[in-house]
């Protein structure tokens, strides 16, 4: 499992199926949790938090070395082909998710695959609170859906839980209608 938080409690999680027949053991709802977190995660193409220290090694794209996150707190050490910079002279624009090279190096990143090495301090302290919503929506909506039934029918009436995808019942997936939510945290260029 990662070593990364969940983005809900199990006690949340709990306390939130208090009102329905749902019921989750913490074994099952602390897997659920973070199933539900990586999935968010993984939409997102970062951690989104808590707040850590990466190194990462990048390439330069048009002249830019992007950084996978959307809250930097702190760059803590640059390499860029084998030479150590000062971070106080790296800039970074928070509208493209870029590193601007500082005048030391004529403006231009190395050009080798992987030939800059950033060390940096980034993410939320705390879950944003609709990404906490989000995920525990996912686990209550996947107990609630059995995973092999697509549809239920008497001679009078159906039902028909939600589906992650034709004909496929249940699973912790985002959903069209809940991409949005994760949308302000996601990276658009990587």
């Known amino acids: ?14 306390s939130l199926l208090a009102d329905t027949n749902l019921t989750v053991s913490n074994d099952a709802a602390e897997l659920d949790l973070a199933a ?7 939409f997102a193409r970062w951690h989104i938090a808590p707040l850590r220290v990466d190194t990462v090694r990048l390439t330069a794209r048009a002249g830019l070395v992007y950084l996978p996150t959307l809250q930097l707190d702190e760059i803590v050490s640059v390499t860029s082909d084998g030479v150590t910079l000062d971070p106080a002279t790296v800039v970074f624009d928070p509208d493209a998710g870029a590193l601007i090279p500082p005048r030391l190096l004529y403006g231009r ?6 030939g800059v090495v950033v060390q940096y301090r980034h993410g939320y302290a705390d879950v944003p609170a609709d990404l906490k919503r989000l995920c525990l929506e ?5 107990r609630a859906a059995p995973t092999s039934m697509t549809r239920e ?3 009078s009436s159906s039902a028909t839980p939600s589906l992650s995808a034709p004909n496929v019942a249940g ?3 985002l959903l069209p ?10 990276i658009a260029v990587l």
């Open 138 to 142: 996912l686990v209550i909506r996947s």
């Open 36 to 42: 539900a977190s990586q999935a968010i995660r993984n």
């Open 153 to 155: 029918q008497t001679m």
């Open 109 to 114: 990143w190395s050009r080798y695959r992987g």
């Open 171 to 173: 699973g912790i997936v």
């Open 177 to 186: 209608h809940e991409e949005p939510t994760v949308n302000p945290y996601r």
């Open 1 to 14: 499992m990662s070593d990364l938080q969940t983005f809900a409690t199990t006690d949340e999680l709990s």
